[in-house]
């Protein structure tokens, strides 16, 4: 227990996602039977990706609905799962603080789990050794409210009061492809915070291997236009830009 890894794993995500989408647009506008239409795809990929590109183009995106993405994400803070969850669209699934307690056993050093801000990282060794400690400063005021409230399952409800935002958790996300297009668009800005940042990137090259065309441009808005942020623009489009056509390539 201590210092969290970051982890992000594409559990499941919806077979032949390109030929789902390109099937669901051309019922749209189609008055042919449903086997017919999915017959029509079948074999011919240049057709389906064709179209996928088409309804990129023109922004017909209910389509992409039609597909979705689960993932396993550990290592990361309570504060990163404030702003993940924020995402409406999106399934979660998380590890609970009421029936997971973070008790820590004998051993002095003993800490729950939590996530060292890089910015603290580069300050060096010193510092990183004063938020670990600091860390288990909070451990022991946990351990004694558990204790103080019956010692019980149920006193982790609310002893967790005294847990920090870097305290680590992990959890399940499941997005359509969609809603990830808008949540890169959001969250892989350079404006976005570091760690929902890397946890973007993350998912991004997941989902690139899986659906290169779907996810061809997705990152933030500035990959395919003027940079939205005005005055907060970090100004690296150019470096924003070579970064994102390289993932996943
Ligand atoms: C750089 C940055 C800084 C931020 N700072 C803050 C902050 O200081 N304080 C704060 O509270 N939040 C902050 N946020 C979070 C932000 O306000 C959003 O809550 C978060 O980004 C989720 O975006 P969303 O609502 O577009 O996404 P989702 O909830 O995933 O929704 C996707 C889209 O669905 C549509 N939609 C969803 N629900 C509704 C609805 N009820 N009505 C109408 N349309 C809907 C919208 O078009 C929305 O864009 C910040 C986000 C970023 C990226």
Request: contains cysteine.
């Amino acid at each position: 227990m201590g210092k969290a890894k970051l982890n992000v794993k594409l559990l499941r995500y919806t077979p032949e996602p390109e030929k789902i989408i390109a099937m669901s647009a051309r019922l749209c506008y189609s008055p042919l039977p449903v086997e017919d239409i999915v017959h029509e795809f079948e074999g011919d990929k240049k057709k389906y990706i064709e179209l996928v590109e088409k309804l990129l183009k023109i922004g017909h995106l209910t389509p992409f609905e039609h597909v979705s993405f689960t993932f396993a994400i550990e290592g990361v803070s309570r504060s990163l799962l404030a702003q993940i969850t924020r995402h409406r669209i999106a399934s979660f699934s998380v590890q609970s603080q009421r029936y997971v307690g973070e008790t820590s056993d004998q051993n002095e050093d003993s800490c729950f789990d939590y996530v060292i801000p890089l910015s603290i990282e580069e300050l060096g060794e010193e510092a990183v050794n004063e938020f670990c400690e600091q860390m288990k400063v909070i451990q022991k005021w946990y351990d004694k409210w558990v204790e103080r409230l019956g010692g019980e399952r149920s006193s982790y409800e609310d002893a967790r009061f005294v847990l920090p935002n870097a305290a680590a958790t992990k959890m399940f996300v499941t997005m359509n492809a969609r809603e990830l297009m808008h949540f890169f668009s959001l969250r892989c800005c350079n404006r976005a915070q570091w760690e929902i940042r890397a946890v973007a990137d993350k998912m991004l090259t997941l989902v690139k291997e899986k659906a290169p065309v779907v996810f061809k441009k997705s990152g933030p808005k500035c990959l395919t236009g003027d940079c939205p942020e005005g005055h907060l623009s970090c100004g690296r489009l150019q470096e924003v830009r070579d970064k994102y056509s390289r993932m996943g390539v």
